[in-house]
Nanobody, 121 residues
Framework: QVQLQESGGGLVQDGGSLRLSCAGSDSTYTVGWFRQAPGKEREYVANIAWSGGTTYYDDSVKGRFTISRDNAKNTVYLQMNNLNPQDTAVYYC?????????????????WGQGTQVTVSS
């Protein structure tokens, strides 16, 4: 059983930065970040291979967000730079045994409770 807990969300101004953490990520799992804005479906943001050597991003965050992991600490991070109001959402981390780019929520077996990110204009 993998139990995930996100942290690091908050209120930030347009152009600001935040770093999210996902604790409890078993080092043998691929971990992804997703986000869900009010009234919208949960959408893929990024994922990272169990080894940390390969990362994947949605085009909407490429160049602004960086996913990384520290397997010694069982933690995955999402560094978010140059945030804009369209990034406002609840951010979730999730774990899967699938490999490669894993965009579908249905492929993930374990989910955290989410952390709110609000970007003000």
């Amino acid at each position: 059983q993998v139990q995930l807990q996100e942290s690091g969300g908050g209120l930030v101004q347009d152009g600001g930065s935040l770093r999210l953490s996902c604790a409890g990520s078993d080092s043998t799992y691929t971990v992804g970040w997703f986000r869900q804005a009010p009234g919208k479906e949960r959408e893929y943001v990024a994922n990272i291979a169990w080894s940390g050597g390969t990362t994947y991003y949605d085009d909407s965050v490429k160049g602004r967000f960086t996913i990384s992991r520290d397997n010694a600490k069982n933690t995955v991070y999402l560094q978010m730079n140059n945030l804009n109001p369209q990034d406002t959402a609840v951010y979730y981390c999730a774990a899967t045994r699938a490999l490669g780019i894993v965009r579908s929520t249905q492929m993930y077996n374990y989910w955290g409770q989410g952390t709110q990110v609000t970007v003000s204009s």
